[in-house]
Nanobody, 123 residues
Framework: QVQLVESGGGLVQAGASLRLSCAFS????????LGWFRQAPGMEREFVAGINWRGDSKDYVDSVKGRFTISKDYVKNTVYLQMTSLKPDDTAVYYC????WGSGSSGESYEYWGQGTQVTVSS
């Protein structure tokens, strides 16, 4: 059973950077697309970024393009979300998700989910 554990969230000021980590276990990391989603209070969960199972294709929601970067570390079996130039609108609980042989696209149905990590950006 695939397990995902997020870490790295916190409280930062606008303009700061954070790096979220998602540790993957219980499966063959190389075979999974990984995605990051977020959910702000009172809002629906939204796709933020995804990377396909090969690691050679990435997708981002328009609001984070140029600021966030998703990457896979095949040694540590971890997926990262590097976030820069953070804005108050980025405040949300961030979730990691995995899908076997997936494309990492925004429209994909992800099978496994982590518990989330809180990111709060103050103005």
């Amino acid at each position: 059973q695939v397990q995902l554990v997020e870490s790295g969230g916190g409280l930062v000021q606008a303009g700061a950077s954070l790096r979220l980590s998602c540790a993957f276990s219980g499966g063959a990391f190389n075979n999974y697309a990984l995605g990051w989603f977020r959910q702000a209070p009172g809002m629906e969960r939204e796709f933020v970024a995804g990377i396909n199972w090969r690691g050679d294709s990435k997708d981002y929601v328009d609001s984070v393009k140029g600021r966030f970067t998703i990457s896979k570390d095949y040694v540590k079996n971890t997926v990262y979300l590097q976030m820069t130039s953070l804005k108050p609108d980025d405040t949300a609980v961030y979730y990691c998700a995995a899908d076997r042989w997936g494309s990492g696209s925004s429209g994909e149905s992800y099978e496994y989910w982590g518990q989330g990590t809180q990111v709060t950006v103050s103005s």
